[in-house]
T-cell receptor
Framework: EADIYQTPRYLVIGTGKKITLECSQT?????MYWYQQDPGMELHLIHY???????EKGDLSSESTVSRIRTEHFPLTLESARPSHTSQYLC???????????FGPGTRLTVL | DAKTTQPNSMESNEEEPVHLPCNHS???????IHWYRQLPSQGPEYVIH???SNVNNRMASLAIAEDRKSSTLILHRATLRDAAVYYC???????????FGKGTKLSVIP
């Protein structure tokens, strides 16, 4: 059973608000990832981190930012939410010794 | 990254075997073949991976062609809980990132 958590699971918010999507894992994994997935579409990597104080942008350009101050925590922030940010955001983690990425349940964000 | 090609959708009867194909004709010698699946309203979950030899685990089997240009994920007895989108992904040795395609949507008929 994967121990990776995302909160909130659902968020409906107005345009212009600042939001932070939380992701935590209790497996001690050094690598963490954020994916964005529109309904019925494939996942796109938007951010990743290979360790504390290390963050990189993924294949899909995103206006969001991330931070990695603690190994277990990898929050994603949108400074000013817009309707185009409406999507599902999935967090994942892995460790160097494993080929497997563990995914959280996702956050469904709707920006009105 | 080398790309994979999968059928958009497949159907299977419950309790029958399912063979999900994946073509990857541009695979490099160091690419591993990974399979993930995504159940409705959930994040993806790892299924299986392999390099050259066929692989078995509690969830599925992976059959890899001798030239490695194609592979097949085998679910031995499909259940309703196996209805999901199945993704075939190539991952280079030493790479930690996954590139998801559209996958195959598997429907299981009771």
């Amino acid at each position: 059973e994967a121990d990776i958590y995302q909160t909130p699971r659902y968020l409906v918010i107005g345009t212009g608000k600042k939001i932070t999507l939380e992701c935590s894992q209790t497996m001690g994994h050094d690598k963490m990832y954020w994916y964005q997935q529109d309904p019925g579409m494939e996942l796109h990597l938007i951010h990743y981190s290979y360790g504390v104080n290390s963050t990189e942008k993924g294949d899909l350009s995103s206006e969001s930012t991330v931070s990695r101050i603690r190994t277990e925590h990898f929050p994603l922030t949108l400074e000013s939410a817009r309707p185009s940010h409406t999507s599902q955001y999935l967090c994942a983690s892995s460790t160097g010794g494993s080929n497997e990425q563990f995914f959280g349940p996702g956050t469904r964000l709707t920006v009105l | 990254d080398a790309k994979t090609t999968q059928p958009n959708s497949m159907e299977s009867n419950e309790e029958e075997p399912v063979h999900l194909p994946c073509n990857h004709s541009t695979i490099s010698g160091t690419d591993y073949i990974h399979w993930y699946r995504q159940l409705p309203s959930q994040g993806p979950e790892y299924v299986i991976h392999g390099l050259t030899s066929n692989v078995n685990n509690r969830m599925a089997s992976l059959a890899i062609a001798e030239d490695r240009k194609s592979s097949t994920l085998i679910l031995h007895r499909a259940t309703l809980r196996d209805a999901a989108v199945y993704y075939c992904i190539l991952k280079g040795a030493g790479s930690y990132q996954l590139t998801f395609g559209k996958g195959t949507k598997l429907s299981v008929i009771p």
